[in-house]
Every structure is written in structure tokens, then in C-alpha cells.
């Protein structure tokens, strides 16, 4: 079985950041098939990832479907059921007419440890892991998720970046359970921050020791003692 990774913008996946939907996706393009056009077989792997971000989850393909001179209703109409139907931004932005692929997937899981890749996209929104070494590539991880090594915004006090990495973010929404740890409330209900626990001004570390998850109200509820380490958006690919 061929193995996946799909890289996706948050404003085009239902859900929340913190919990999105992966049990299908598509792909279209106005003048060409869309990658994996002709490349999914029932029972391949494929691997969630922000742009910008880690890969955080993996699914298993179920089935899927080839569409030529699609348009936004028929996409729509084949997403029917999943919270990507509703997703009027997505189906706004596609062109009149188009070829898609849409992909059906089951047996959701999310990774304890994200998989910061060293591979990159080169414009593709989907990539095939048809090798060995692009597999290597894209399925190895290049930084440890408790260190920051980031090259700028560095503390001269010796506690690291402000900066907060995509993967230590998302280990710490996976540790806490995607819920705030002062009123416990969850995500998708209420936007979640990653805090520091001591104030990374006053020499707390980016570390997971040191950060905690916080729903948006509690977080701007401590005032200015504490910094703010909120979730950001990556890049559209």
C-alpha cells in the first residue's frame, strides 16, 4: 500500500485547528488532474500536516472518487455528511469548472509525538510517497519537540525563543486533551492558546514543563503578567 502526506491551511479544514476533521479531503485543479489522481488505492496511509506546521494524524483510505468537470455543487454534494460540506469558504474559492479527487478515510489517529518532516512541498498540496526516500523524508523527524531551536528571538537570559514550534504546541494540546486546565473547557467550543506558565519575560522557558493550555477568556483573563503564546495560522500552500 502507497503511503500519503496531505498538507492543508486551517480555514479549508472543518473542525478546529485543534481538532479537524480528517475523514475526507479533496483536491481539485482547473486545468489538470489533481494529485493523487490515479495514485489512491483502498487501504493507503495518508498523513495530516499543517502548512507550516507538523504532521499530527494519519488515516487510512476507504474509498474515493475520480470527478472531470466538477463543479462546487458536485463537490459539495459528495462530501455530503461531513462538516467539510458545510465549509462555504472552500467552496467559494473554487473555480467554475474543474477536475477533483475526493478522498474518504477511516481508523483516525493522532500522533503523540507530531512528525516534523525535513521534506518540503514544492507547490503541491498533496504529495505521494511513492519511495522509500521520500518517505524517509517526509516521515522522519528533524527537531526534538522539547528543545526550541529556533534562530531568532532568542533570550539572552538563556531560556530559549518566545517562539513557540508548531509540534510543542501540538504535544501540549495532546497532553492537556485539547481542553483548557483552568475551566476545562474543550476545543472546538472555545479557541485555545498555549501559555506560558511562568511568563517567558520573567525567564520560564518554550518547554512543555512550562507551558499549559488556556481557552482564550482564562488566558486574557490573567492580565499582563502572564505572555501569550497564541495559536497562529499557517500559509496557504
Given amino acids: 500500500m502507497t503511503e500519503h502526506v496531505v498538507i492543508r491551511r486551517p480555514e ?5 485547528r485543534e481538532r479537524p476533521e480528517v475523514k475526507v479531503f479533496t483536491q481539485a485543479h ?3 488532474h489533481p494529485v493523487p489522481w490515479g495514485k489512491l488505492s483502498i487501504g493507503d496511509t495518508v498523513w495530516m500536516k499543517w502548512s507550516g506546521g507538523p504532521i499530527v494524524g494519519k488515516s487510512i483510505v476507504n474509498g474515493f472518487r475520480q470527478i472531470e468537470d466538477c463543479t462546487a455543487d458536485e463537490l459539495r454534494a459528495a462530501t455530503s455528511g461531513s462538516l467539510l460540506g458545510r465549509n462555504d ?3 467559494d474559492s473554487l473555480a467554475p469548472r474543474f477536475d477533483a479527487v475526493v478522498i474518504y478515510l477511516g481508523h483516525e489517529q ?3 509525538e507530531p512528525i516534523t518532516p525535513s521534506a518540503r ?3 503541491e498540496s498533496w504529495v505521494v510517497l511513492g519511495t522509500e526516500r521520500l ?3 517526509w516521515l522522519s523527524s528533524t527537531k526534538p519537540l522539547q528543545s526550541v ?3 531568532t528571538g532568542a533570550s539572552k537570559s538563556g531560556n530559549g525563543s518566545r517562539t513557540i514550534p508548531h509540534a510543542l504546541r501540538f504535544q501540549v494540546l495532546r497532553r492537556d486533551s485539547f481542553s483548557c486546565v483552568y475551566c476545562g473547557r474543550r476545543a472546538p467550543d ?3 492558546h498555549v501559555d506560558h506558565l511562568v511568563p517567558w519575560s520573567k525567564g520560564g522557558a518554550s518547554s512543555i514543563e512550562n507551558l499549559r493550555t488556556a481557552c482564550e477568556a482564562c488566558n486574557l483573563g490573567k492580565g499582563a503578567s502572564h505572555v501569550l503564546a497564541d495559536l497562529d495560522s499557517p500559509a496557504r500552500p
Fill in 30 to 32: 482547473q486545468t489538470r
Fill in 110 to 112: 493522532w500522533l503523540d
Fill in 12 to 16: 479549508y479544514v472543518s473542525g478546529s
Fill in 121 to 123: 512541498s514544492r507547490g
Fill in 190 to 192: 472555545v479557541k485555545l
Fill in 149 to 151: 531551536s529556533e534562530s
Fill in 135 to 137: 518517505r524517509d523524508a
Fill in 89 to 91: 469558504a472552500y467552496f
